[in-house]
Nanobody
Framework: QVQLVESGGGLVQAGGSLTLSCAASGRTSSTYAMGWFRQVPGEEREFVAI????????YYAASVKGRFTISRDNARNTVALQMNSLKPEDTAVYYC???????????????WGQGTQVTVSS
């Protein structure tokens, strides 16, 4: 079992920045990759970014590439999502998730955090 807890969400003006953090505990050694997803009411959960635990390989959704940066600290079992140049369309609940594979699809992720709200005002 892996437990995930997100923090760092909030309200920010368009053009501003926020950093989300995800703290992992439990059997973190079984995790191959960590991902960030986001979801707005009535829509499907959307892939945002992924990072592998060992090599630090990353991949981003086209909508956030160049604005968001995912990073990890294996010693502290944390994953961060630095979000810059935020837009109102970035408003969503953001979730971190753990997977045993490198995948962009939510169904490949076995463990999820509770989510943290990010609201970007125009």
């Amino acid at each position: 079992q892996v437990q995930l807890v997100e923090s760092g969400g909030g309200l920010v003006q368009a053009g501003g920045s926020l950093t989300l953090s995800c703290a992992a505990s439990g059997r973190t050694s079984s995790t191959y990759a960590m991902g960030w997803f986001r979801q707005v009411p009535g829509e499907e959960r959307e892939f945002v970014a992924i990072i592998t635990r060992s090599s630090g390989r990353t991949y981003y959704a086209a909508s956030v590439k160049g604005r968001f940066t995912i990073s990890r600290d294996n010693a502290r079992n944390t994953v961060a999502l630095q979000m810059n140049s935020l837009k109102p369309e970035d408003t969503a609940v953001y979730y971190c998730a753990a997977s045993s594979s490198f995948s962009l699809g939510p169904s490949a992720y076995d463990y999820w955090g509770q989510g943290t709200q990010v609201t970007v005002s125009s």
